[in-house]
């Protein structure tokens, strides 16, 4: 019964990290209404921006927070110029082309300058210390349970903020009805930005929970984020930010149980 209990808090730690790449996604669709592949492509570089600077500032944690949030938010927000003229044309088929390519060049960008396109892993300080919670007979990983709390309060606050500010409904506005919202004078461009910025954040913020939980990186991380999210997208609808938490908490819960208990 222990282990069950144990896997159950690691299956919801991962399924959380899950629903926020989701949830950045999905806010991607609300606000220009394109499937952003390159999203999770983007958490990568944001974690290699953290680790580069670990490196070359004597591993000081502080200084490769703040660059990964400054390049989570740029990079995110350098790729809505990209995708602009094409939603205004509602050439969505164009976007998933253009997001697609978007993950294609940073992968590259990745396999080319960072690390000669290895793997790398981040320090023990940035992964909780490798230090676990002991109840009784169960024990967690301290790292797995803070990303899982961090995770349920950033989703929550960008649930809140999307549905109880005007910023927020302004944003749900434009995916509902671009046209009526622009005549109702939401600024296209100004919402927009906004929007990538919020996104870029949440980025950092998951590139942050992935160094703690996985404490490690490379090329290929982000093809593995982006399909997940591309399907639990397509299950619980696509824009759908409630159905899209759950189901990547669902998702998250069944890949624990199926390692733990599945045979092979």
Known sequence: ????????????????????IVLGMNLLVLVRDIVHQGYAHIVMITMAAGWLTLNSANGNIA?????????????????EPLFRPLCKRGAQLETIVLAMSVGIILTEVMSQFVNNGGNFSFPASMRGGGKTVNL???QFS?????????????????????FNTQKGRAIRAMAQNLR???????PFGQTGLFGFALAGILAAIIALLLIMTVGTCGPSI??????????????AGIGNLKGGLMSALFMGLVESMALAYLPG
Do not use: P
Request: without cysteine.
């Open 1 to 20: 019964m222990e282990g069950f209990i144990a896997q159950v808090i690691n299956g919801l730690a991962t399924g959380s990290i899950y629903a926020l």
């Open 63 to 79: 200084i490769a927070i703040i660059v990964m949030i400054i390049t989570g938010i740029l990079v995110t927000m350098a790729t």
């Open 136 to 138: 009784g007979l169960i």
């Open 142 to 162: 301290l790292a797995n349970i803070i990303a899982l709390i961090s995770a349920i309060v950033v989703a929550l606050l960008l649930l809140w903020f999307m």
């Open 180 to 186: 009526v919202a622009r005549t109702l004078g939401i």
């Open 222 to 235: 982000g093809d593995t984020f982006a399909t997940k999210a591309i399907i639990l997208m397509l299950f």
